[in-house]
């Protein structure tokens, strides 16, 4: 069965603080992980979409990667307006038309 | 934003009334998805569609059923709602041949 676990459910930084989220992914033959950010109220915002181990995508302070089990999103120095809730997903061979799959997400909250 | 409105944003209803939300697209996107999202749950896929009037199933399709008869509408239905369908619905579309899905804002129903 195609699932995606986060860890951790929640972390607290320090402003400048860098740290790192994890995606952990088992799927029967990857298409593509994509990164989410999702404020409250609002819906996800797409960040990144990665295809194969080995790849990287940054912007600003975020740096996403993608190895054969599991993706990292690193942040470094964060600021508090990076605080939201941030989803992988993952979009498996031969499923549904674009279907994603999503983890349960990592609640940041960035400390000034 | 990606040209999604979805609506209502909130909607109170009685259990056993049904309900429709609405999904509008001005991006002549071909795939539009209905998917929930729930307190520790991921998000998780009910209906989709890959064009005017190709609609499929998803994870949790059980008491919900779409139509959907212009590419830029995308139409979700509770036929009798529940209180387990109490839940904040996102609505996603996602261009041929792109990755990435990008989502509506939300719509918070509660079903008393």
């Known amino acids: 069965e195609d699932q995606v676990t986060q860890s951790p459910e929640a972390l607290r930084l320090q402003e400048g603080e860098s740290s790192s989220l994890n995606c952990s992914y088992t799927?029967?033959?990857?298409?593509?992980l994509f990164w989410y950010r999702q404020d409250p109220g609002k819906g996800p915002e797409f960040l990144f979409t990665l295809y194969s181990a080995g790849e990287e995508k940054e912007k600003e302070r975020l740096k996403a990667t993608l190895t054969k089990k599991e993706s990292f999103l690193h942040i470094t120095a964060p600021k508090p307006e990076d605080s939201a809730t941030y989803l992988c997903?993952?979009?498996?061979?031969?499923?549904?038309?674009?279907?994603?799959?999503f983890g349960k997400g990592t609640k940041l909250s960035v400390k000034p | 934003d990606a040209g999604i409105t979805q609506s209502p944003r909130h909607k109170v209803t009685e259990t056993g009334t049904p309900v429709t939300l609405r999904c509008h697209q001005t991006e002549n996107h071909r795939y539009m998805y209905w998917y929930r999202q729930d307190p520790g749950h991921g998000l998780r896929l009910i209906h989709y569609s890959y064009g005017v009037k190709d609609t499929d199933k998803g994870e949790v399709s059980d008491g919900y059923s779409v139509s959907r008869s212009k590419t830029e509408d995308f139409l979700l239905t509770l036929e009798s709602a529940t209180s387990s369908q109490t839940s904040v619905y996102f609505c996603?579309?996602?261009?041929?041949?792109?990755?990435?899905?990008?989502f509506g804002q939300g719509t918070r129903l509660t079903v008393v």
């Open positions: 799927v029967s033959g990857l298409r593509g």
């Open positions: 996603a579309i996602k261009a041929r041949g792109n990755a990435e899905a990008f």
């Open positions: 997903a993952v979009q498996a061979r031969g499923g549904s038309q674009g279907n994603l799959i």
